[in-house]
């Protein structure tokens, strides 16, 4: 079983309750390999804002579990078109704007400005989504920070690196002291 199949699997078992679940209880369906809405410089920027966002510290980053290439997956193969093309337009506007305030594309710039950049955009995505009619599309910024956090938890490098990890858990214990600081489960 590969990792699409579980995530489908664990998706529909938990009736949607995953982050991104929605788009498989939609049905997903992989697309044909010559169909592409991404070129090599998407993936490469994908990455750039998924390691932004969760960037690398003492654990791994998103980039190490190749959150861009996730993304543009379900993007590609899981995303109404409606989606698709806010999704797409918000990753040429995050470039645009990349270079009105500090002169070169988002993967030209320094990390500080990136932080700088996607913060503005975050605080924009957040006062968008409150003032939104139920009925409009989602933010493009947010539509990226779901698909990076789902990606990477759901990655090899995110369950097992940074949240604990069983790969054949025992019995389920429902009240299991937490202590500050510790990893969350995985599994």
Not at 17 to 31: H, Q, R, S
């Amino acid at each position: 079983m590969n990792r699409r199949d579980a995530i489908s699997r664990v998706a529909l078992i938990l009736g949607g309750t995953i982050v991104g679940a929605e788009v498989f209880l939609a049905g997903c369906k992989p697309k044909p390999e010559t169909f592409s809405l991404f070129e090599d410089y998407d993936v490469l920027l994908l990455d750039e804002i998924a390691e932004t966002i969760l960037p690398a510290t003492d654990t791994p980053g998103a980039k190490e579990a190749k959150v861009g290439e996730f993304m543009t997956r379900i993007v590609r193969d899981c995303y109404e078109e409606m989606n698709q093309v806010i999704f797409l337009g918000g990753m040429r506007k995050i470039d645009e704007e990349s270079f009105l305030k500090y002169g070169g594309t988002f993967l030209k710039i320094t990390p500080e400005q990136r932080l700088e950049l996607l913060t503005e955009i975050d605080e924009e995505q957040k006062v968008y989504t409150e003032e939104k009619d139920p009925a409009a599309p989602p933010h493009y910024f947010r539509l990226m920070k779901e698909l990076t956090l789902w990606g990477f938890f759901s990655s090899e490098v995110g369950a097992t690196k940074v949240l604990r990890y069983l790969e054949v858990p025992g019995r389920y214990e429902g009240c299991t002291p937490y202590k500050k600081g510790e990893k969350a489960w995985a599994t």
